[in-house]
């Protein structure tokens, strides 16, 4: 017996400690593609004041009064078109990720994966990982490019569940990754495999990225020239490989919401123009998105496919996000190793 354990009284709890934590995040989604669901789930993310950037008293009667008695019944239809037996493509995707590196550090450190807006969230997560005694966890926003709204939203509730611990564990965040070298081999890789199967060869590429409203770009957000490095820099390694030879690509931005002026050029609008134009194959990537989601396989692969179709185009094909893959799961692997140097 240590003399430290002779100092503690005979009824002292047991303390697991020692442990190191690794949590990936990403957005979120509702548990179920019905409406009631997915108005608990806007609810939730649209009240965030990073996302919405209107002062509350403005934007909430807005919220509740109009948009939560409309929208919910919209994107419950395009949530059913690709929900699966798993249940949510983005929680079962982000899962995936967890589990394919788990153990691959040592059975001392515990991976887990969470959602910033619906379940299972940061605070739950957070809670079962120092229970089981990790006093160092590191929090991994899975978003190459920063935004206020979406990776500093991670950091607000992190540091919301840690003003409630009296034993806090030690911190580390992933930072952005939209420049780093593993992010754009594991793209140009996955992507290239993945042209090389299509059964035509594309005249067009699009890189679609979420998009944001103009406003942030003026107030100093970062996001937008993020978006637009990642998509040179992988352009850069795409356009001297056979599969891309004679590709145009273009940088877009997606899922336009409300009456604002959003970052253009609109992957909507550019589909149509693309097809009434004259060409006539075109695929999409879209490489801000580290797993498929509603954005990706509905608003992308459905709507994106009709709006080519209809006004000319004839081929179209949506690539898969990194997700899983082997490309996905070196990535995430590299990036997590890398910061959890001293740690393991």
């Known amino acids: ?15 697991k400690s020692g442990g190191i934590g690794v949590l ?14 997915v108005k608990r789930y806007l609810k939730q993310f649209l009240s965030d004041r990073r996302v919405i950037e209107i002062p509350p008293i403005a ?35 982000t899962a995936q990720q967890a589990e394919a590196i788990a153990g691959v550090f040592g059975e001392n450190v515990h991976v887990d994966y969470a959602m910033r807006y619906g379940s299972p969230s ?13 006093d160092r966890i590191l929090v991994a926003p899975m978003y190459p490019q920063y935004c206020a709204a979406t990776t500093a939203t991670v950091f607000d509730e992190v540091a919301r569940v840690l003003y409630d611990m009296r034993w806090q564990p030690a911190m580390r965040f992933l930072p952005p990754y939209h420049d780093d070298p593993l992010y754009l081999d594991a793209l140009a890789q996955d992507l290239t495999r993945q042209v090389e199967a299509l059964a035509f060869r594309p005249e067009v590429m699009l890189l679609s990225f979420h998009g944001m409203p103009q406003r942030t770009l ?17 352009r850069e390694r795409l356009e001297g490989r056979e599969a891309f030879a004679g590709v145009r690509f273009e940088t877009t931005f997606q899922s336009r919401f409300g009456p604002a002026q959003w970052l253009e050029p609109a ?14 194959r075109l695929v999409v990537a879209a490489p801000g998105f580290a797993a498929d989601c509603v954005e990706t396989l509905e608003e992308l692969a459905l709507e994106g496919r009709d709006e080519f179709l209809e006004a000319g185009g004839e081929q179209f ?15 995430v692997e590299g990036l997590i190793r890398r910061e959890l140097s001293g740690w393991i």
């Not at 017996?1 to 303390?15: A, F, G, K, Y």
């Not at 934007?59 to 249940?87: E, F, H, V």
């Not at 992957?267 to 006539?280: P, Q, Y």
């Not at 094909?317 to 990535?331: E, K």
């Open 1 to 15: 017996m240590t003399w430290q354990e002779q100092r503690l009284p005979n009824d002292h709890p047991p303390v």
């Open 24 to 37: 990936l995040v990403n957005l979120g989604t509702p548990d179920a593609p019905d409406p009631g669901s």
């Open 59 to 93: 934007w909430q009667p807005i919220l509740r009064g109009i948009i939560l008695n409309t929208r919910p019944q919209k994107s419950a239809k395009a949530y059913s078109k690709i929900w699966t037996d798993r249940g949510s493509p983005l929680a079962d995707i």
């Open 122 to 134: 940061i605070e739950q997560r957070l809670g079962e990982l120092t229970e089981k005694g990790c």
């Open 218 to 234: 003026e107030r100093g957000d970062p996001y937008h020239c993020h978006c637009q490095k990642s998509a040179r820099l992988l």
């Open 267 to 280: 992957t909507d609008d550019t589909l149509i123009v693309e097809g009434e134009r004259g060409t006539k």
């Open 317 to 331: 094909a949506v690539l898969d996000c990194l997700n899983a893959s082997p490309s996905g799961v070196t990535l």
